[in-house]
C-alpha cells in the first residue's frame, strides 16, 4: 500500500510539472514569454509545479488515505 502511494505522489508531481511546462511552452510558442530558448522555463515549470502539486495533490492524496 505504502509503494503504491508513493508511485501516486511521484506521479501527481510530475503531472503537475508536465501542466505548468505544456502551458510556458504555449506561452513561449506565442511569443509572450521567455522567446529565446532558456533553461528558466524548466525550472519555472519545477517550482510551480511543486506548489501546484502541495496545494491540490497532496490534499487530494490525504483525503483518500
Known sequence: REIMNFHKQLWLLLYGFS????????LQDSGILFPQPSPNKG???LITGSILYLFIAKKWINKQC
Open 43 to 45: 525550472i519555472i515549470a
Open 19 to 26: 501542466i505548468i511546462f505544456a502551458i510556458l511552452s504555449s
